[in-house]
């Protein structure tokens, strides 16, 4: 609230993920039935109840898709431009280096947009089997995606300064357990009705924010990404 202005950079991840959660949750419960039962047919007496809670968890899962990466990736350029926006007021510089850097910039954003979706689908892919072991499956799905967000929010600011994805996953391993909690704490925030509906801009954000605190701390290297007078008004403030 206290930058109004932020405010419509993040109106359209808001209402994109209104928009995914309400597919989310009229296609799930369908979907959940098929996929558990394709691997694990509906059980009688005790065993229904298992079969039911995994089913509940694995229909929470493919709501959480729904609503969350595929808004993400839709909504990229704007969640990109909000965490731009923070940067700039965090640490008191903008991009630069003209039309080649911006082409450079976009074109690693979307790769790593397109690897980061492909990565959570292929992790929950291979978790699927766990699903024939009742109650595994959430914990580890969990457990997968609060991983999966941590490094999606980090490489959102990280992208745009031209970092690779072995950065974010190296600076993330720098600050255990910071950058676990970092992403558990994004995926739980779904779990709260209407928080979820802020989990975008939140996320991008609250990565921009790890991403200027990890520059100050000299846990990550940001002078590839600053315009030469800026890079040298930073080794200045570094060695006063």
């Not at 109840?49 to 899962?61: I, Q, S």
């Not at 978790?127 to 799905?141: G, K, N, Q, T």
């Not at 255990?176 to 801009?201: M, Q, S, T």
Request: glycine residues 8%; charged residues 15%.
């Amino acid at each position: 609230m206290e930058r109004p202005a932020l405010w419509k950079y993040a109106l359209l991840p808001v209402l994109l993920t209104f928009a995914g959660l309400a597919a989310g949750l009229a296609v799930a419960a369908p979907l959940s039935g098929a996929i558990l039962g394709s691997l694990w047919g509906e059980s009688q007496g005790l065993l229904a109840v298992a079969w039911w809670l995994t089913r509940a968890a694995l229909y929470l899962v493919l709501v959480y898709l729904a609503a969350v990466a595929l808004p993400v990736a839709i909504s990229a350029p704007f969640a990109d431009r909000l965490s731009a926006r923070v940067e700039e007021l965090e640490l008191g510089t903008a991009g630069g280096g003209g039309l080649a850097r911006a082409a450079a910039e976009a074109w690693l954003g979307v790769a790593h947009a397109l690897a980061r979706l492909a990565v959570l689908l292929l992790g929950h892919a291979i978790l699927l089997p766990c699903l024939l072991v009742p109650f595994v499956y959430p914990a580890l799905a969990f457990v997968w995606t609060a991983r999966w967000t941590a490094v999606e929010y980090l490489d959102l600011p990280m992208a745009r300064n031209l970092h690779r994805l072995r950065a974010v996953r190296a600076a993330l391993a720098a600050v255990r357990p910071l950058g676990a909690g970092f992403g558990a704490v994004l995926a739980a925030l779904f779990l709260l009705p209407f928080a979820n509906l802020l989990i975008v801009p939140i996320g991008a954000v609250a990565g921009t924010l790890l991403y200027c605190d990890l520059v100050r701390g000299d846990h990550i290297e940001r002078s590839r990404g600053l315009p030469p007078a800026a890079r040298d008004r930073r080794s200045v403030e570094m060695n006063p």
